[in-house]
């Protein structure tokens, strides 16, 4: 059984199909017709809703696609949707700032906005326009137009109102910490079941017994396959409350994140030691989907064109893997072994990512190339890490992703680099040596030359950032 709070009405559920979206239950089993399906992909944010949780003792709301949610994700969470912000017979100060903006046109979208509008005002210290369009980048318009939906966040911020959740805050906090248990969770119906270990040991033992079973992390790809193949997953286990895959420790050695942590908490965590890692992540989706996906679900997942796997092969990173009880380590560029197809073994799990700190260099970069700036997908993504002596390169990792069926290093140009000036000459080499690398494909997004040529550019201006000829430090879009 999965306990949540929808608004402050607690609700329990037992025998309900787990492939449900949290998107169809509020429409077809609570009425709530407000939240949208404009895509059932995660891209559009009409279906935006705000989950509440407690963290250190205070209501966190975080902005959600619920197209993608499954409805086991409620478990032990607050629900708000947009029917919830009603302040008795006055409407919300995130939603009179629509109307004062007039911010709304058809109206279809706006549901969405508001959630989103919400969100930022509960994070919020105040007007900041940047944080604000961060917040907005996964809600689309296509008639009202965005400047009048800006301004509304702006009065938003700026003129913030005491609302019912602010209010009941110390009550929110009391019933949802009431709503914990150390057992696993589940739903469960003659076809479907969705369990949810709350630690490791729980999730290894029922992992090595149901290998057959689906790993949810943050779901935001999994769900595509019920929201757009229309598959029935008949079990699955969820990993958002197993307490270690939480975890994120800091050794003298290394920097270990727990496979769970989800890539919003992690792009604020990495700005101080990675910068350039956490810059990155802010071009990765929405903040609804960074909100829920997470690096080890983005990991496992094993997509050639997945933004986090370059990064990580470019820092050195390794995993800490789990089968039962034993542990083991395995460096990431050992794991991805063909398309989509990984070095797991039945009921073997990620446990952490380890990034060891002598690989953290202010010399590490990532470039990542698609249509769109932002809330796209990569048709190559870049990165890099050169350590030097005195007047050679005594170090190099080039890691791609769009160049090849796996995200890959590239041996032969970081072969070419290491022991060598960092001269034109030198970097001439080390782009030819691309092409002994990688043969990559021509698809919808890039043809296969201009894949490559673009790797081999991406290294030079790579080049020319180390020798100070260059200051961009984004590439903003290049179109095929």
């Given amino acids: 059984m999965i306990h949540f709070l929808l608004n402050q009405t607690l609700v329990r559920e037992q025998h309900i199909d787990a492939n449900t979206t949290v998107l169809n239950y509020l429409r077809q089993q609570k009425g709530r017709c407000g939240t949208k399906e404009g895509c059932a992909s995660g891209d559009c ?3 935006t809703v705000a989950l509440g949780s407690v963290v250190e003792g205070k209501m966190r709301y975080e902005t959600v696609n619920s197209c993608l949610l499954p409805i086991g994700a409620l478990d032990g969470k607050q629900l708000i949707t947009v029917e919830d912000l009603r302040q008795g017979d006055r409407l919300h100060s995130v939603q009179q700032a629509m109307v004062t903006s007039h911010a709304s046109q058809c109206g279809f979208c706006t549901p969405g906005f508001v959630m989103s509008l919400f969100a930022l005002q509960k994070n919020s210290q105040g007007w900041d326009r940047q944080q604000a369009e961060s917040a907005l980048a996964g809600n689309l318009c296509r008639c009202t137009g965005y400047r009048p939906i800006v301004e509304a966040a702006r009065i938003a911020c700026e003129q913030p109102a005491s609302d019912s959740f602010s209010q009941c805050e110390a009550e929110t906090v009391a019933r949802l ?6 057992t696993m969770s589940d739903i469960v119906t003659e076809t479907s079941r969705y ?3 709350k630690s490791c040991t729980q999730l290894a033992s029922f992992y090595l017994a149901h290998p057959e079973a ?3 992390a943050g779901g935001t790809d999994l769900a595509l396959r019920i929201t757009q193949q229309y598959q029935k997953l008949p079990l699955m286990i969820a990993l958002e409350k197993t307490e270690e895959l939480l975890q994120w420790q800091e050794t003298p ?3 270990v994140i727990g496979a769970a942590v989800p890539l919003s908490d992690c792009q604020q965590r990495l700005q101080a030691s990675v910068p350039a890692f956490s810059e990155m992540l802010h071009r990765f989706a929405s903040r609804q989907i960074r909100n829920r996906g997470t690096l080890g679900g983005n990991i496992a997942n094993a997509s050639p064109i997945g933004d986090c796997a370059p990064m990580l092969l470019a820092l ?6 789990q089968r039962g009880e034993q542990l083991r380590t395995l460096p990431l560029h050992q794991f991805f072994l063909g398309y989509r197809r990984t070095a797991l073994q039945p009921g073997e799990f990620i446990r952490a990512i380890s990034l060891p700190k002598m690989t953290l260099s202010q010399e590490f970069r990532a470039w990542k190339v698609s249509k769109r ?8 993504f870049a990165a890099f890490t050169l350590t030097r002596g005195e007047s050679l390169i005594t170090g190099a990792r080039i890691a791609f992703g769009g160049m090849a069926e796996i995200p ?3 041996a032969a140009c970081e072969t070419a680099l290491i022991g060598q000036p960092l001269s034109p000459a030198t970097l001439e080499r080390a782009c030819r040596a691309l092409e002994q690398d990688f043969q990559p494909l021509s698809d919808a997004r890039a043809s296969a030359a201009w894949r490559m040529q673009l790797a081999k550019n991406l290294l030079r201006r790579y080049f020319h950032q180390l020798n100070g000829e260059l200051a961009v430090s984004e590439v903003a879009r290049y179109v095929s």
Avoid: M, T, W, Y
Avoid at 316 to 321: F, G, K, M, T
Avoid at 373 to 380: L, M, N, R, T
């Fill in 408 to 410: 890959r290093r590239a």
């Fill in 373 to 380: 700036q932002e809330d796209d997908i990569s048709a190559v």
């Fill in 253 to 255: 050695d290394a920097i």
């Fill in 214 to 216: 689906i790993l949810v």
């Fill in 177 to 182: 910490q009431a709503l914990k248990q150390a």
């Fill in 316 to 321: 050195d990173a390794s995993l800490i893997l």
């Fill in 45 to 47: 944010g009409a279906c």
């Fill in 195 to 197: 369990v949810i270990p």
